[in-house]
T-cell receptor, first 114, second 114 residues
């Protein structure tokens, strides 16, 4: 049971570098989300998608971009990395029928920007 | 301003003690979810409460949804070291396009000492 898979698990970037965090799910879920988690701050929504070809901004989208070309994949791109983007990033998905909002999470990607 | 306020933020107790953590809001939610997150992993859903006044039990964990559906509590009886983790409550909020977005509280970090 793969569920939601994120890569890489750890990454160190220099200021100004770019990178893509990969997220894929094998549960045929329509809804996918990217959150960032900082100590004591809970989970903040960066971007979300309600289906292939449709994406929308969350609470903290600045400095990030996403795409959703397939149901399975929802990559998160950082174009010009800044120290403020040091965080743990979580990708999550849920089936469309679950309007109660239950999410399935990946294991996270820990990013450090120096 | 956090939509969902969790308290306490930190809790350090001895094995065998009982504890209660709270999730409060000024808004009405159609449902609330409780997740547990262990270090280095993504949150995992524990329970969803839907009906005002609802009580759900999961072994030594008891979850309650307030009558007005604005708050919830999690009570752990005879805590064990395996209960250590970050407990997050979450509720769906509706975006302008009608999408349900899971919104999280900041969490309660629980440490249970042997």
């Amino acid at each position: 049971n793969a569920g939601v898979t994120q890569t890489p698990k750890f990454r160190i970037l220099k200021i100004g570098q770019s990178m893509t965090l990969q997220c894929t799910q094998d549960m045929n879920h329509n809804y996918m989300y990217w959150y960032r988690q900082d100590p004591g701050m809970g989970l903040k929504l960066i971007y979300y998608s309600v289906g292939a070809g449709i994406t929308d901004k969350g609470e903290v989208p600045n400095g990030y971009n996403v795409s959703r070309s397939t149901t399975e994949d929802f990559p998160l791109r950082l174009e010009l990395a800044a120290p403020s983007q040091t965080s743990v990033y979580f990708c999550a998905s849920r089936p469309q029928r679950a309007n109660t909002g239950e999410l399935f999470f990946g294991e996270g990607s820990r990013l450090t920007v120096l | 301003t956090q939509l969902l306020e969790q308290s306490p933020q930190f809790l350090s107790i001895q094995e065998g003690e009982n504890l209660t953590v709270y999730c409060n809001s000024s808004s009405v939610f159609s449902s609330l979810q409780w997740y547990r997150q262990e270090p280095g992993e993504g949150p995992v859903l524990l329970v969803t409460v839907v009906t005002g006044g609802e009580v759900k039990k999961l072994k030594r964990l008891t979850f309650q949804f307030g009558d007005a559906r604005k708050d919830s509590s999690l009570h752990i009886t005879a805590a064990q070291p395996g209960d250590t983790g970050l407990y997050l409550c979450a509720g769906p909020t509706t975006q302008s396009g009608g999408s349900y977005i899971p919104t999280f509280g900041r969490g309660t970090s629980l440490i249970v000492h042997p």
